[in-house]
């Protein structure tokens, strides 16, 4: 061998060495990198993988889907161990046997909001989304616009709800196929079909209505109770009007020595101590008996971006300080100047946007390699309601927070309830204490985006309003916030803000949290109970909780009423029992000491009494539907006629200790929910057995892959490059003639 050919040689080996080392640790760092782990299946969810060890799919509720009201259910759809960087297809599709593939791709008067939709998969492979099911049936007249995705194949379908034409959502990843394609196949899609319950919620000709009135909590929960109703041998059907609890509590105060069949016989309210409802409940003779359980909650929706590529925003922390600066029009977006903190040199950029101070808004919530969104919005109820006194007592209550973020925590600059006042007045309502209210206060901010309304209907068309497609881009990126009762946030598909609680802890509503807070209630000399918002050592209690109260009349009545009242009473205790099962809201399958778990499912956002609150229930409807000599003391020991415990349960008919609270719920801090993880699936045909993760927190690794690469191929051509020039041209032709994707569609699949 000549000295050149030689030298050439050894250079070119040195250098292929190099190359490969490089290449070997970050190949090692590639197949160490980890996404976050699917959690375990929630009950009335269907939960699936994808072809090709794609990833893990989980759509929910799929199960009994009801139809409510003039608004179509929604689903979430959630997905772990994705490929991230990969574009998704999501769409509504027919699954009848007789038809294609076909899936609706124009909404029409059926859908709020986009069905088919572009997702884009996360850096921890994770991504999110809710869309509509809605039921379609040909008595409609009127089918879906439908389309084999991404081919000119159209037609219409129906979707009736039953087997005979049944429909589900399907998720899409091209990259899982080869050659790549958005056309769903077995090899790069899933089928989750939807199982409605269809089952009407009366049962003409046999039941026995009961007219009731209630706030916006009921709906959810009474349509279950008398379809299970219409299936006893004695039938009580609850006929409700959703109003205010104010209103609620008025008319039925009206209607007590009414001998109407319409007449009100049973007012629902989660917050009778309320001066207005006050006002009326003792100038009657009234009982309050404890139905149900749930909780009011910060629901939001929120686009937000990085790399040009838009996301729903999964999960957000807020703090009492939080969202009063959000609903008073004060926090207008995640900017360093929203509940900023001094945090130089202790925080990096992003998610701070200068050296000096940061928001706290973007600190508490762990996004992998984005921030929040650049533009807040917010919808506040323009009417009386529990949801809105929760929020407000909690807000004025607070104490000041020390909040966690990352590896520390930082107390905020003022009460909550300072920052309430401040927002008011610069809203032009300037009071002098912080207001503990049913009824939102009267303010005037000048932004569109935030809007009232009277119902959480209005409130999910105003987000849909302001909030852009997932997909557009990130510079129209809306965070937009809505305080409402759980259940109505789960329907509506809204994703549930974490909140602070006083032990600086956050918390989301489950049956643990929820159960929680209750055991640090006050108990009230009627028998309810009044939230605590200063107990600094319980990290459990979720701060907003809600206890659904039936107020009766206990004066005299006919007995067809009292049976009547009593019968319907039952079929609801019957369902919030503490044999219920826990559904989607909160911890799904696990026995709760003093709610144990049976067939019976609670809709999603309400959960199982606790045992003395269903004792203290089942006694009352038997003692104190039309008795006149009812004394709360019968029921409740501990209760006098001068007044109640300020202790909450805690003497020994009230045992804290049945609630069974065990665990606590990880705050959310850096790591967000990526405690549990698994390693990157590897057998894709695009990905084969190199993966390289798209986080912004690991840009070095492609780039000296790169390196490496480069390395190795420069080595290559120093010892051969007529042989490295041949293949080059080989490769790229077999490819072209192939219709290979990453030549015919672009790097990713995306489109």
């Keep these: 061998m000549k000295k050149v050919s030689m030298r050439r040689f050894l250079v070119g080996l040195v250098v292929i060495l190099l190359g490969i080392g490089i290449l070997t640790i ?59 960087g990969d574009v998704l297809r999501e769409h509504f599709c027919s699954f009848a046997p007789a038809t294609m593939l076909y899936c609706v791709v124009t909404a029409g008067s059926a859908f709020l909001g986009n069905p088919s939709a572009t997702l884009s998969v996360m850096s921890d492979g994770t991504f999110s989304y809710t869309t509509q099911v809605p039921v379609n049936p040909p008595e409609n007249e009127t089918p879906f616009d ?59 000709g046999a039941q026995t209505l009961v007219t009731t009135e209630s706030d916006q909590m009921m709906a959810p929960l009474l349509t279950s109770v008398d379809r299970a109703a219409c299936a006893s041998s004695q039938p ?52 309050l008996i404890p139905v149900g359980l749930t909780s009011v909650v910060t629901a939001f929706s929120s686009q937000i971006g990085a790399s040009s590529k838009s996301f729903l925003q999964p999960e957000q922390n807020l703090t009492a300080n939080m969202n009063a600066g959000i609903f008073t029009g004060m926090y207008t977006d995640a900017g ?43 919808q506040p109820l323009a009417v009386q309601t529990g949801a809105t006194q929760a929020l407000t007592s909690w807000i004025c209550n607070a104490p000041q927070d020390s909040v966690p973020w990352g590896t520390t925590s930082t107390a905020e600059a003022g009460t909550a309830a300072d920052v309430m006042l401040a927002g008011l007045a610069q809203g032009g309502r300037t009071i002098s204490s912080c207001p503990t209210t049913e009824m939102w206060p009267a303010e005037s901010i000048s932004s569109s985006k935030w809007t009232a309304g009277s119902n959480p209907f209005d409130q999910l068309k105003a987000m849909i309003g302001v909030l852009p497609q997932v997909g557009t881009g990130y510079g129209s990126s809306v965070a937009d916030f809505a305080y409402m009762y759980e259940p109505w946030a789960h329907y509506l598909g809204l994703q549930i803000a974490g909140e602070l609680n006083a032990s600086n802890t956050f918390q989301l509503p489950t049956a643990e949290s929820i159960y929680a807070a209750l055991n640090d209630a006050t108990l009230n000399p009627d028998g309810t109970l009044t939230p605590t918002y200063n107990n600094t050592s319980d990290t459990q209690a979720y701060p907003m909780p809600a206890v659904i109260y039936a ?35 909160g911890v799904q399958g696990a026995k709760i000491k003093g709610a144990a778990v049976s067939s019976a499912t609670l809709p999603d956002g309400y959960y199982p009494l606790t045992s003395d609150l269903y004792k203290q229930a089942t006694a009352e409807v038997a003692q104190a539907v039309g008795n006149p000599s009812f004394q709360i003391s019968s029921v409740l020991p501990q209760l006098t006629s001068k007044g109640g415990s300020s202790s909450g349960y805690s003497s020994p008919s009230f045992n804290a200790g049945s609630y069974g609270v065990n665990g606590q719920l990880a705050a959310h801090a850096a790591d967000g929910k990526g405690s549990q993880r698994q390693q990157v699936p590897s057998s894709s045909p695009l990905y084969g ?57 672009g790097s990713g699949g995306e489109e």
């Design 26 to 84: 970050q190949t090692t760092s590639a197949h160490a990198d980890t996404l976050t782990a699917a959690p375990d299946c929630p009950s009335n969810w269907t939960c699936i993988s994808m072809p090709n060890n794609g990833g893990t799919l989980q759509v929910g509720p799929t199960q009994g889907v009801a139809p409510l009201g003039g608004v179509q259910p929604f689903v979430y759809i959630k997905g772990y161990g994705f490929h991230p």
């Design 146 to 204: 439908g389309q084999i995705p991404s081919t000119g194949t159209s037609g219409p379908f129906y979707c009736s709800g039953k087997s005979d034409l049944p429909c589900g959502i399907v998720i899409t990843d091209g990259n899982l196929a080869n050659p790549y394609t958005n056309t769903p196949n077995s090899q790069n899609s899933a089928e989750v079909p939807i199982s409605y319950d269809l089952t009407p919620p009366d049962c003409p």
């Design 236 to 287: 009580f059907v609850l006929f409700n009007t959703e109003s205010t609890g104010g209103a609620a509590v008025h008319d039925l105060y009206q209607s007590v020595r009414s001998t109407s069949s319409t007449a009100v016989r049973i007012a629902f309210t989660t917050d009778p101590e309320v001066a207005s409802q006050q006002a009326e409940l003792p100038a009657g003779h009234f009982v």
């Design 336 to 378: 360093p100047l929203t509940d900023a903190i001094d945090c130089s040199g202790t925080c990096s950029t992003p998610p701070c946007l200068n050296t000096s101070s940061c928001s706290l808004l973007q600190l508490v919530t762990s996004h992998p390699g984005y921030y929040m969104a650049k533009t807040f919005a917010a």
């Design 551 to 585: 107020a009766v009349s206990t004066d005299t009545m006919a007995a067809d009423q009292k049976a009547n009242i009593q019968g319907a009473l039952t079929n609801i205790l019957n369902l919030t029992g503490p044999s219920s099962q826990q559904s989607g809201g």
């Design 689 to 745: 057995a190199i993966f390289v993760s798209n986080s912004a927190s690991r840009l070095l690794i492609p780039g000296t892959i790169a390196a490496g690469a480069i390395a190795l191929l420069i080595g290559v051509m120093i010892m051969s490059w007529g042989a490295i020039t041949y293949a080059t041209k080989s490769v790229f032709s077999r490819r072209v003639s192939a219709g290979d994707p990453e030549v015919d569609a």
